[in-house]
T-cell receptor, first 115, second 113 residues
Framework: AQTVTQSQPEMSVQEAETVTLSCTYDTSESDYYLFWYKQPPSRQMILVIRQEAYKQQNATENRFSVNFQKAAKSFSLKISDSQLGDAAMYFCAYSEEGGADGLTFGKGTHLIIQP | EAQVTQNPRYLITVTGKKLTVTCSQNMNHEYMSWYRQDPGLGLRQIYYSMNVEVTDKGDVPEGYKVSRKEKRNFPLILESPSPNQTSLYFC????????????FGDGTRLSIL
């Protein structure tokens, strides 16, 4: 079974600084998807970024970017110019290519933004 | 507006009293699923459905039932709720399969006393 590990239960960063959230996963598949979801206090689940494993280029969405290292099975999220609105739980998630099974989530990282 | 709607948002009930959490999406999505979120455990899939009349178990299906009689609706049924089912529940949908971005509902907080 696939597993997703987020080794940082909590991270803190100063406003306007850059922070990196770690995620590693375990799979024997070669084609899959990786995601980062944000869950603010409102508890909504918001897709931040999506990476297709067959693409070597790292996905980027505005201030959010990933460092996808397929051989190392690592998928970290970098948030640049951190803003107060970035404070949330962040979940890393994995899914197989063409799979019907659901997303496999990590346990989450609580990100605190210090003003 | 494209959305996944869950009801109720909050519910406190007692052990053994059957309840249903409804989920409806207006995006003509084929794939729908239910997750539960517990502190320190992240989200875990309960059931999923690839299309109408097609449902399958996820990682934690015990104590739950689902049905998919219409494409837009995917209710979660707790026939005899127990306190260990106290959790935050999310419904999600996507056009096809789980590899595509999932649209999540706003969550349902269930407390079983």
């Amino acid at each position: 079974a696939q597993t997703v590990t987020q080794s940082q239960p909590e991270m803190s960063v100063q406003e306007a600084e850059t922070v990196t959230l770690s995620c590693t996963y375990d799979t024997s598949e070669s084609d899959y998807y990786l995601f980062w979801y944000k869950q603010p206090p409102s508890r909504q689940m918001i897709l931040v970024i999506r990476q297709e494993a067959y693409k070597q280029q790292n996905a980027t969405e505005n201030r959010f970017s990933v460092n996808f290292q397929k051989a190392a099975k690592s998928f970290s999220l970098k948030i640049s110019d951190s803003q107060l609105g970035d404070a949330a739980m962040y979940f890393c998630a994995y899914s197989e290519e063409g799979g019907a099974d659901g997303l496999t989530f990590g346990k989450g990282t609580h990100l605190i933004i210090q003003p | 507006e494209a959305q996944v709607t869950q009801n109720p948002r909050y519910l406190i009930t007692v052990t053994g009293k059957k309840l249903t959490v409804t989920c409806s999406q207006n995006m003509n999505h084929e794939y729908m699923s239910w997750y539960r979120q517990d502190p320190g455990l992240g989200l875990r899939q309960i059931y999923y459905s690839m299309n109408v009349e097609v449902t399958d178990k996820g990682d934690v299906p015990e104590g739950y039932k689902v049905s998919r009689k219409e494409k837009r609706n995917f209710p979660l049924i707790l026939e005899s709720p127990s306190p260990n089912q106290t959790s935050l529940y999310f419904c999600a949908s996507s056009f096809q399969g789980v590899g595509q971005p999932q649209h999540f509902g706003d969550g349902t907080r269930l407390s079983i006393l």
